[in-house]
């Protein structure tokens, strides 16, 4: 089982990027699984066609102890198990204590023995913000850290502190930055930008994903572009990033 | 709130267990907590505590610390700490703030282990569940990391797993266990995690069973099963009638290699439901209530007898009708309910008695009533339960 966490700034694309990588690893045959790890739960809606999951911190919530698998595990398109650990209302509550107690949960109902997955999704929101967000690179979770950035300050400036987070528990024996996506913005110098902070990260470009409206018209019809438009370029990229993952050659 | 004590104090918490089964290993133990939670261990939790010199440490965790997520602060203490104690291994024992803010321990230990060189084990207690997990994960940690394969013992062995001094508190039960394991022909390999030594521990896979004497002891029962091929053997034998059968059952696991617990079987009245006030209410650990009703049984009672589980149920460990009680709502309903006549208990659960016609036998627990009723804890093994039996029915128990 190969697992994978997917990090970067909000919005920059990780969930977009996540279920494309999903679902073109489906079509290659693989069993997946997708985790999402962000309070706004909504990392699996375009494998699920626009369908909004119950999160595994509402069904806590709701049913106490008695929750089951098949009350917060979906199958989305491809076979995909999909999963959003959820979170409080902004606001209030402990968004990083969430993801714990919805890990916590996941390993309680044996989720990884039951599905059995080839490969474990796990996108996480933002930036490491606390101890509960780097859950997923703890021991016993994701080997390998993938960061999604454009070439915009801000998104670098937030891969920057995933790279430090990722530094820090080195020492610990924990996951290791596998390279990074670059989600472009159409910005000037964007790709010399991104290869600059990759080299300084001591990390590599595993895939440049050009901006395309397909992107956009996909999500429009609540699906991936790997579903909606198989045979475009796009759908090639994410393709092609998904095999590297599976290949191994995103070891850097 | 349903989950609210209104009279009863909260049993011994998870990090207490933990912290408990490592006493005796020369292990610098840190309770990673402001000082209450260490408090709680050393002044009520563990009644070993006083006049030893056992390096249990507090972190000191401070508000600044849990939001710093200051990990470098605890771990210079430790290594600090470890330079002039030279223990043979260091804990991290979680509390409930470092569990709310998301302290990683297990990576905490892991780096203090690659600095001091010293094994180093990081506990996830959290407070919010009971000692009985602590001393689990505690035992487990230490056998997956130190018990290798060796040769079986030429003679009969056991090792004695949940053996933990907030189930046995000071009775010499475990000793007096023991003396029957010798008068029977079985010498003992290890008990755990009471008395345990690193020696005895790295060399557990001698026994030819394992003997769980408590349910903190299940797990780690399980893992040498499941690793060494270990059979065991679930129980306590409680009064003199039920030594021939227990130690008849400890040799059938030893010869078949097949788990076995002891105490759940029975072909007598107490398979039914209780009724009409003819019934018997046990509440504690699972393992001695289960060791209570069989020699309640063996004396004589003709009534259904009930299990009802304090710290949590094994559905392996029941028979039809026992019960798990939660919180102090379904203690408080089950004590009181009209199909028991009598209840063995804790003193402190008598509080929640409503009907002073009912018989209540107290059976202190140091998780429960720590060192309050300490004293007054028999040894129940090798008739002295029988002798306790007969001298509380020489007097109106209800009066106790």
């Known amino acids: 089982m190969k697992k994978i966490a997917i990090y970067g700034k909000g919005g920059i694309g990780k969930s977009t990027t996540t279920a494309n990588v999903a679902a073109a690893l489906s079509s290659q045959g693989f069993k997946v699984m997708q985790v999402g790890c962000d309070p706004k739960a909504d990392s699996t809606q375009l494998l699920m066609h626009g369908k909004k999951i119950p999160s595994v911190l509402d069904q806590i919530k709701e049913k106490g102890e008695d929750v089951e698998l098949a009350d917060i595990a979906y199958t989305g398109f491809g076979g995909v198990v999909c999963v959003e650990s959820g979170g409080p209302t902004p606001g209030i509550g402990c968004a990083g204590r969430g993801i714990i107690a919805a890990f916590n949960k996941l390993e309680e109902l044996h989720a990884y023995e039951e599905f059995r997955p080839d490969v474990v999704l796990y996108d996480v929101l933002g930036d490491v913000v606390c101890g509960g967000f780097a859950m997923p690179i703890r021991d016993g979770y994701a080997e390998e850290v993938i960061i999604v950035t454009s070439g915009e300050r801000m998104a670098l400036f937030a891969a920057g502190n995933i790279v430090l987070a990722i530094d820090n528990f080195k020492k610990r024996g924990y996951a290791r930055l596998a390279g990074i996506v670059q989600n472009s913005r159409k910005i000037d110098n964007e790709d010399e930008i991104v290869r600059t902070f990759a080299e300084q990260a001591g990390s590599r470009i595993l895939q440049v994903i050009p901006r395309a409206q397909i992107v956009q018209e996909a999500e429009a019809l609540d699906r991936t572009v790997v579903e909606a438009f198989p045979d475009s370029p796009q759908s090639a990229c994410y393709k092609e990033l998904a095999k590297k993952i599976m290949e191994g050659s995103a070891n850097v | ?400």
């Not at chain 2, 094994?119 to 056998?143: E, K, Q």
């Not at chain 2, 022909?185 to 030594?197: F, I, K, N, R, T």
């Not at chain 2, 203690?331 to 208990?345: G, H, L, P, Q």
């Open chain 2, 1 to 400: 709130m349903a989950r609210l004590s209104i009279l009863l104090p909260p049993f011994s918490p998870d990090y207490s267990g933990a912290a408990s089964a490592l006493f005796d290993m020369n292990c610098l133990t840190v309770l990673h907590d402001a000082s209450g939670c260490t408090g709680n261990f050393i002044g009520f939790d563990e009644p070993r505590w006083y006049g030893t010199h056992v390096p249990v440490y507090c972190s000191g965790l401070r508000e600044i610390d849990a939001i710093m997520g200051d990990d470098e602060k605890l771990i210079a203490k430790v290594l600090s700490a470890q330079k002039s104690i030279n223990a043979d291994m260091i804990a991290i024992v979680g509390s409930p703030v470092p569990m709310i803010v998301g302290c990683d321990v297990a990576g905490i230990a892991h780096e203090i282990e690659e600095r001091a060189g010293v094994p180093s084990f990081g506990f996830d207690t959290t407070g919010l569940r009971y000692y009985d997990y602590g001393v689990s994960i505690a035992c487990d940690a230490l056998v997956k990391r130190f018990v290798r394969p060796c040769a079986k013992s030429s003679e009969p062995s056991v090792n004695i797993l949940g053996a933990d001094a907030i189930d046995f508190g000071i009775t010499p039960t475990i000793a007096s266990l023991r003396r029957l394991l010798a008068e029977s022909g079985y010498s003992c390999s290890a008990v755990m995690p009471c008395g345990l030594s690193l020696d005895t521990l790295t060399n557990m896979t001698a026994a030819h069973v394992n003997l769980v004497v408590s349910r903190s002891g299940l797990s780690t029962a399980k893992l040498l099963h499941d690793r060494y091929g270990i059979p065991y053997l679930v129980g306590l034998p409680y009064g003199e009638k039920c030594i021939p059968e227990y130690f008849g059952m400890l040799e059938q696991v030893r010869r078949s290699g097949v788990n076995a617990v002891y105490g759940i079987s029975s072909d007598n009245s107490s398979l039914r439901k209780a009724e009409n006030g003819g019934g018997v209410l046990v509440i504690g650990e699972q393992v001695a209530c289960n060791a209570i009703r069989m020699a309640v049984e063996k004396d004589g009672e003709p009534g259904p007898v009930t299990v009802g589980c304090l710290f949590g149920m094994e559905q392996e460990l029941c028979r039809p009708y026992d019960v798990n009680l939660a919180d102090e709502k379904e203690i408080s309903e089950a004590i009181n309910d009209n199909r028991y006549s009598t209840v063995f208990a804790d003193p402190f659960l008598k509080w929640l008695l409503r009907n002073v016609s009912k018989r209540f036998f107290p059976i202190p627990h140091y998780g429960v009533s720590s060192k309050i009723h300490a004293r007054e804890a028999a040894d129940s093994i090798d008739g002295g339960f029988d002798a306790y039996l007969a001298s509380l029915e020489n007097r109106d128990a209800t009066n106790l």
